[in-house]
């Protein structure tokens, strides 16, 4: 009985170890975002290009930091060029392109707005692994893609009538002030 209470033991300290590791990783993929949104609409007429490019070059010198502090030394960034092809190429391009489409999104719109398209992305591309590679598509992501759909609509929905409001209060002003005059 003991080697049973010692392994749930183990197993309930793991999970929840795992859980810890899995907010905390929500939370800082979050703040992030947050953050990445403030500084495109602090530097609102700076180029997205410059903003981009300044925010790779800090991610180059925080790794190098990690690597020296990791490893006493610079890793050797150019391993993957030796395994480099045509598929490389495309799957770099792709994300460089996502990375802009995000920054358009984080500058123009929300960071709320960029997680949906991130999640909707996610939906689409398993769904046409599930057609294209015969990949089983589990229960719970389509009750989860039920539910994402649902809260994008709701978003949606509030975004409108929000805006709605915010038309009718500046009509009401600009009819107040022409009154006035």
């Given at each position: 009985?003991?080697?049973?209470?010692?392994?749930?033991?183990?197993?309930?300290?793991?999970?929840?170890?795992?859980?810890?590791?899995?907010?905390?990783?929500?939370?800082?993929?979050?703040?992030?975002?947050?953050?990445?949104?403030?500084?495109?609409?602090?530097?609102?007429?700076?180029?997205?290009?410059?903003?981009?490019?300044?925010?790779?070059?800090?991610?180059?010198?925080?790794?190098?930091?990690?690597?020296?502090?990791?490893?006493?030394?610079?890793?050797?960034?150019?391993?993957?060029?030796?395994?480099l092809n045509v598929l490389?190429?495309?799957?770099?391009?792709?994300?460089?392109?996502?990375?802009?489409?995000?920054?358009?999104?984080?500058?123009?719109?929300?960071?709320?707005?960029?997680?949906?398209?991130?999640?909707?992305?996610?939906?689409?591309?398993?769904?046409?692994?599930?057609?294209?590679?015969?990949?089983?598509?589990?229960?719970?992501?389509?009750?989860?893609?039920?539910?994402?759909?649902?809260?994008?609509?709701?978003?949606?929905?509030?975004?409108?009538?929000?805006?709605?409001?915010?038309?009718?209060?500046?009509?009401?002003?600009?009819?107040?002030?022409?009154?006035r005059i």
């Amino acid at each position: 009985m003991d080697d049973v209470d010692g392994v749930n033991s183990t197993a309930q300290k793991s999970l929840m170890i795992a859980l810890f590791f899995l907010i905390l990783q929500a939370f800082l993929s979050s703040f992030a975002s947050i953050v990445n949104e403030f500084v495109f609409k602090k530097n609102y007429e700076e180029s997205i290009h410059l903003q981009n490019s300044l925010f790779y070059v800090w991610g180059i010198v925080i790794n190098i930091v990690c690597g020296l502090i990791l490893h006493g030394t610079i890793p050797n960034v150019f391993k993957f060029l030796k395994n480099l092809n045509v598929l490389t190429v495309s799957i770099v391009l792709t994300n460089a392109i996502g990375g802009l489409s995000a920054a358009s999104l984080l500058k123009y719109l929300s960071s709320l707005t960029k997680s949906y398209c991130a999640v909707v992305g996610m939906f689409i591309s398993t769904f046409l692994s599930g057609i294209f590679f015969n990949t089983p598509i589990p229960f719970f992501f389509l009750v989860g893609a039920v539910l994402i759909s649902v809260a994008i609509v709701i978003y949606t929905k509030s975004s409108q009538k929000n805006k709605e409001q915010n038309n009718q209060s500046k009509s009401r002003n600009e009819l107040k002030t022409l009154k006035r005059i």
